[in-house]
């Protein structure tokens, strides 16, 4: 029996009175890409956020690879050094170049020599088609390049699943497609993802499953074909009607 690479097990989160997160379930499997979808406040960010406890929660438990992810100490930064996350903004260190900002957490969490990181990052950097910014700083770069350069140093980690929450959502609309590009031969290389977005094209094209959301509940979930095409719930009917019409 496969080990899902990450479970969420009747988790519930709440800010205040706010029940953001409604007795949520969900599996992900080594190399399966989630989309998770669903109108503003429905409780998506909140959900990828407690996937590595940036968010901690009121109840339920949440695993990687069959572990249990504390709520804190030292266990928690070893899990966390696990999960790659790209944030909407791209939370690059404006004083360090792009290279640095890829070789710090290697050398310092991972205890990889500078050199042999250097070389990973300059790799990963072609990958995303950024090495010629290699020595610049992120205020050089577009904000479509901070974003791939931000992919970049996640991925420097060889996380076991990756975290994206709304990537494309601080960028001008020609840039989107040069980061769901990466993310998408990402998702095609079988890399682990779990990606909150609005773009349905890329939940279409890149997802093995699109996870619907709805005021903190999974309201549906399912082969992305299914989803878009035949959704089964009236929520989910409504909310299509309204995004695909734009």
């Given at each position: 029996m496969t080990i899902p690479r990450v479970s969420l097990r009747s988790v519930n989160k709440h800010f205040g009175e706010l029940h953001v997160l409604r007795d949520i379930n969900l599996t992900v499997l080594p190399g399966e890409v989630i989309v998770v979808v669903g109108p503003s406040g429905?409780?998506?960010s909140t959900l990828c956020r407690t996937i590595n406890r940036l968010e901690p929660i009121h109840s339920g438990e949440i695993r990687i690879d069959g572990q249990e992810v504390p709520a804190e100490g030292n266990e928690l930064a070893k899990l966390r050094a696990d999960v790659g996350m790209v944030f909407q903004s791209f939370n690059l260190f404006a004083h360090r170049t792009i290279l640095d900002n890829l070789t710090l957490a290697p050398t310092k969490v991972r205890g990889i020599e500078r050199k042999q990181a250097e070389e990973e990052a300059m790799q990963?950097?072609?990958?995303?088609?950024i090495a010629n910014k290699a020595h610049s700083r992120p205020a050089e770069l577009s904000g479509g390049q901070q974003q791939r350069a931000a992919i970049a140093r996640a991925l420097a980690m060889h996380p076991k699943v990756m975290l994206f929450d709304e990537p494309t959502s601080a960028?001008?609309?020609?840039?989107?497609?040069?980061?769901?590009g990466v993310m998408t031969?990402?998702?095609?290389?079988?890399?682990?993802m779990v990606v909150v977005t609005h773009e349905m094209g890329f939940a279409r094209r890149a997802a093995d499953r699109v996870v619907f959301m709805d005021h903190g509940q999974i309201v549906e979930e399912g082969a992305p074909e299914t989803f878009f095409d035949a959704p089964q719930t009236d929520r989910a009917r409504s909310f299509l009607?309204?995004?695909l019409t734009h």
């Open positions: 429905s409780g998506k990963l950097l072609e990958r995303v088609g960028l001008d609309p020609e840039m989107v497609n040069e980061v769901l031969s990402l998702a095609a290389e079988g890399m682990t009607a309204s995004v």
